[in-house]
């Protein structure tokens, strides 16, 4: 069926898939993968994402909500699914999947959670979740045995224990992450005196996956690196520095296109958009694409990013509206009306990246690509694939 949408964003299973695989051998043997597919799986779309992770395989789901926690299950999810956000009593006492493990950070939800686990007559899966420096969501190492004593006491079933890095990311000193392994394997220990064995240990978000085997235990926590980019330009360097190459090809999954909705010759010194931002310098062909802010492209990009129209950059002109935004085609003029014309992803040899309008527009990737309007059509491309990831 063509598609007839005037915004749309293009997922690849195939770049899923291979950036699934690149984990796979990248981890120590037996490691498991929990996709991290909040946020409507980082801007990608649940419904598109979940099918393909189901195909390829992996071992848990993570989310921050309830209620995402239910649209990933409504996606066809057959893998324990991981609430790592704050669920409050009300919505505790409307749950009735113990195959939702919850992240385990205070007592009152111990107590709200061992509530519903009478109610029901089952034992609600949770993982103690350990404060080792974030000073976020999570009890302090020293008081984390004692939460899964009080766990099991209460009737639930502690079947993990988890905690998250502070400064793994945005540095290339990461002594203080392994200050932190440091805690966490300590808290561990006093834990899996009190539980045993647990089956899911994780730490390591997508840098410390790529970087540090360390960090691999018996599961770790994919999240933007799933989707194909990296964490950040100091992970990249990490990287660089520790192996002395690339060697590592990350896929980006997806794409973003619009139309040109309209294209109008602008005569030499007129002011273009509101605020009369930017005034042309000549006789401008000028294309209207029918996206703005409110389809998540930032009103930062005004007069600084580029998309790409039949292969070349198209600059943008004035400021980004809410559905509005114009860019410049004088230079493309055999650009015409329905033309596609691509915010992120590749047109012919030129690329646009979520990296590239996160740094002009002052963010991080991540911000760019969760904040993609969840209203926004997306088509799953490229799926299934037979190839193989390579590292």
């Not at 350990?130 to 020293?142: F, K, L, N, S, Y």
């Not at 990296?230 to 090809?249: F, M, N, Q």
């Not at 070349?312 to 014309?341: F, H, K, Q, S």
């Amino acid at each position: 069926m063509e598609n007839e949408a005037a915004t749309w964003c293009e997922v690849s299973g195939a770049h899923l898939a291979h950036n699934v695989r690149l984990f796979r051998r990248l981890l120590q043997p037996g490691t498991g993968l929990a996709a991290v597919v909040k946020a409507n799986a980082y801007g990608h779309g649940v419904a598109q994402v979940v099918p393909v992770l189901e195909e390829v395989g992996v071992e848990m789901y993570a989310v921050h909500s309830l209620a995402e926690a239910r649209q990933v299950q409504s996606c066809g999810a057959t893998r324990p699914i991981l609430i790592m956000g704050y669920v409050t009593p009300g919505q505790i006492a409307q749950m009735t999947e113990p195959t939702m493990h919850v992240l385990l950070s205070s007592r009152q939800v111990l107590q709200s959670l061992a509530a519903r686990s009478a109610e029901l007559g089952v034992s609600w899966p949770v993982h103690i979740k350990v404060d080792t420096g974030t000073h976020r969501q999570g009890v302090p190492p020293e008081e984390a045995a004692d939460l899964a004593r009080q766990a099991k006491e209460a009737g639930l079933s502690v079947v993990g224990v988890a905690t998250h890095f502070a400064n793994i990311e945005d540095t290339t000193d990461h002594s203080y992450a392994f200050e932190q392994l440091r805690r966490f394997r300590q808290a561990l220990q006093r834990v899996e005196r009190v539980t045993g064995q647990l089956p899911y240990v994780h730490a390591a978000c997508s840098a410390a996956a790529l970087l540090f085997r360390e960090t691999d235990f018996s599961m770790v926590r994919l999240g933007i690196s799933l989707y194909g980019h990296w964490p950040s330009r100091e992970t990249y360097l990490s990287w660089l520095l520790a192996h002395g190459r690339d060697g590592i090809a990350l896929k980006p999954a997806l794409s973003w296109r619009t139309r040109i909705g309209q294209i109008k010759t602008v005569g030499a010194r007129e002011p273009i958009g509101y605020g009369l931002s930017y005034r042309t310098t000549r006789t401008t062909q000028l294309a209207v694409l029918p996206v703005g802010y409110a389809e998540g492209y930032p009103r930062a990009l005004s007069n600084r990013a580029s998309v790409l129209v039949r292969g070349r950059r198209a600059p943008v002109l004035g400021r980004v509206c809410m559905n509005i935004t114009m860019v410049d085609v004088t230079d493309i003029p055999e650009a015409e009306e329905g033309d596609i014309a691509t915010l992120i992803g590749s047109d012919g040899e030129e690329r646009v990246s979520a990296e590239e309008l996160a740094e002009l527009s002052g963010t991080i990737n991540y911000e760019i690509l969760a904040r993609l309007s969840p209203a926004l059509p997306r088509l799953l491309t490229h799926w299934p694939e037979q190839g193989q990831a390579s590292i």
